[in-house]
């Protein structure tokens, strides 16, 4: 008589290997990148307690071993793919390796994000200055439509404290400065 174990269900699991794709899109959303961790280790926990839960169902461990997950979750969230691959009989390397493909994708991102949202505020910054230095108290509210013309080069729009939405030209040179361009437009300035 052979003792047949149960198939284990891995949409937990593979839940968990997309959560650092949440990381970016959170921090587009938010522009928290604290509210976008906070974000991604609450379900990353909630995806390793119902794996290990599925785990358990499935007879491939006796116990639900949360505690170990968790910590490895916080110190270094790789070593919960490779335990959990590990003890469920999965080529180990091949999805620690995708796991970490994966961060690195949401990394990248977040970088990217991270640089377009610091030239808008940098942009708008500028552009109140511009309009400070003109006399007047208008403000930039946000830098919006940022569209990439060539390397260094962008496009944009900066809404302004008037209800006015200016088309900015926006220049990043090597020496790391930022030079804003307003178009020229009729009764801007009243």
């Known amino acids: ?71 490895g979750i916080v110190i270094f969230p790789p070593i919960y793919v490779y335990g959990r691959t590990n003890a469920s009989g999965m080529k180990k390397w091949r999805w620690f390796f995708v796991y970490i493909a994966i961060v690195l994708a949401s990394v990248f991102t977040s970088a990217a994000i991270e640089a377009s949202m610091s030239l808008k505020t940098t942009a708008c910054e500028i552009t109140t200055s511009i309009f400070k230095d003109k006399g007047t108290d208008t403000r930039c509210i946000i830098v919006k439509d940022l569209e990439t013309v060539s390397s260094g080069y962008y496009r944009a729009k900066a809404v302004l404290t008037n209800g006015v939405d200016v088309p ?19 009764n801007l300035f009243d």
């Open 1 to 71: 008589m052979t003792a047949q174990t149960i198939k284990v269900n891995n949409l937990y699991f593979y839940f968990f290997l997309v959560m650092p794709l949440i990381v970016p899109i959170c921090y587009y959303f938010i522009n928290d990148d604290i509210s976008a961790y906070i974000i991604f280790y609450t379900a990353a926990f909630a995806c390793a307690f119902f794996d290990q839960k599925e785990m358990v169902k499935s007879e491939h461990e006796s116990k639900s071993q949360l505690v170990a997950s968790v910590l």
């Open 168 to 186: 900015i030209t926006i220049e990043e040179r090597e020496d790391n400065y930022i030079y804003v361009t307003l178009a020229p437009l009729s």
